[in-house]
């Protein structure tokens, strides 16, 4: 059996509340435009982003699929990307439809929204995977075999949902709390679950992708393709090596001049040159690779942090009360049928809204504000709050007791 690289990019950028101050609570429901001249408005970072990353990425994965027949790879795109891409930048959205076509790349399923709803409101959660299935089925001809949750956060109750749902696959991030004795380079399967199998991210060589590449103090800099495939021959038990990392590690967060592009188009042919080595995309890896062991995650784990849990989105009363209060609109929201307001309920259900109100410190807080386009944690919850605030004035108007 040969040895497989499974690579899998995750895109997505969220719709960023604007600065929406209590006095524009009732009067502009539009939470989501910034002024054109501010950079961090969405239509801007779309752009920034495009031109940065989803463009040149594209290109070189393009080149690499023609030039490459064993190549493969697999990627996530969520529907608040789509929607945007949609409206601002729709010849970059047929470059990913473009590099779908060739044959060779899997989508990957998740929710529409890159929501947390599984953990507040299944019903929820449930709406946002099929209004995601349908996008995917919709532009890319493609239904999704393999699931992966909001920055992969995980637990038992979602492989036993995965696993109902017919889902092949799910993956999440290979935490050594989790692994014990055992490596992320082989493929498991959930306790109490028949059919679906788990992929587990190898942490250690996708962060050395994702956030290490660059630094020029990393005592392992400059990495090249030549050590990178060295460490990895160096594992000896293995089967698939899991590198799973955001789209914008391409060109944004590790800038076209650390030289990233050109690591993985050198990367590519180095590792198969060798006959006993190809990749697979995610279904493929799970189809290849009997499970080795069954994996047991009571607590939830995701890929963010020192931690690896919900801490970065719910660490603090901030979080914990923003997201209760807008998870307590549910039924209310839901119950008026008017879209516009549903669709904005659901644009604040994304992750990222919570991260932003992330107050850790040292390393992990540098990553947090790197990522914000707000001055603080507070701002960025006063911001929010507001919007909550007029989507409850919204169902007063139309009768709703709140």
């Not at 910034?34 to 290109?59: C, F, H, M, Q």
């Not at 992320?184 to 399967?189: E, F, I």
């Not at 996708?206 to 460490?231: C, H, I, M």
């Not at 931690?307 to 997201?323: C, F, T, V, Y």
Request: net charge negative.
């Amino acid at each position: 059996m040969k040895k497989s690289i499974t690579l899998y990019l995750h895109a997505h950028q969220p719709y960023r509340v604007r600065d929406y101050t209590i006095f524009d609570v009732g009067k502009d429901h539009d939470y989501f435009k910034w002024p054109a001249n501010l950079d961090n408005g969405n239509e801007r970072i779309i752009d920034k982003v495009s031109s940065k990353s989803y463009i040149p990425t594209n290109k070189m994965l393009t080149k690499l699929l023609n030039e490459n027949p064993e190549f493969k790879v697999s990627l996530s795109i969520t529907g608040t990307l789509i929607t945007q891409l949609e409206k601002w930048a729709p010849d970059v959205l047929q470059s990913f439809v473009d590099l779908v076509k060739t044959g060779r790349v899997e989508i990957v399923a998740e929710t529409y929204h890159h929501s947390l709803a599984f953990f507040y409101s299944l019903e929820e959660f449930e709406i946002q995977v099929r209004m995601h299935r349908e996008k995917i089925e919709e532009l890319f001809h493609q239904t999704p075999k393999v699931f992966r949750n909001t920055e992969l956060a995980y637990n038992n109750d979602l492989a036993i949902w995965a696993d109902k749902s017919g889902y092949k696959g799910i993956l999440t991030e290979g935490w050594d709390k989790i692994l014990g004795w055992r490596n992320a380079n082989h493929v498991y399967r959930p306790i109490n679950t028949k059919n679906v199998k788990l992929l587990m991210k190898n942490y250690k060589l996708s962060d050395d992708l994702a956030f290490r590449f660059g630094d020029k103090n990393w005592s392992q800099w400059p990495l090249t393709s030549e050590k990178y495939v060295d460490w990895i021959n160096q594992t000896g038990d293995s089967e698939t090596f899991n590198l799973f990392m955001d789209y914008e590690t391409f060109g944004e967060h590790q800038w076209e001049d650390t030289g990233i592009f050109d690591f993985i188009t050198s990367l590519v042919p180095m590792w198969l040159r060798d006959e006993n080595n190809t990749f697979t995309t995610v279904s493929e890896a799970i189809d290849a690779y009997e499970p080795q062991d069954f994996i047991n995650v009571p607590e939830t784990v995701t890929w963010a942090d020192t931690e690896r849990d919900l801490s970065a989105w719910l660490g603090n009363p901030m979080q914990q009360e923003a997201i209760k209060a807008l998870y307590s609109l549910s039924g209310k929201i839901l119950g008026t049928g008017d879209w516009d307001i549903i669709e904005d309920w659901r644009k604040l259900q994304t992750s990222d809204h919570f991260y932003y109100m992330c107050t850790k410190y040292f390393n992990d807080g540098d990553i947090h504000a790197y990522f914000s386009p707000y001055a603080s944690p507070y701002e960025a919850t006063i911001n929010f709050m507001n919007a909550w605030h007029d989507l409850k004035f919204r169902l007063i108007e139309k009768g709703v007791e709140v």
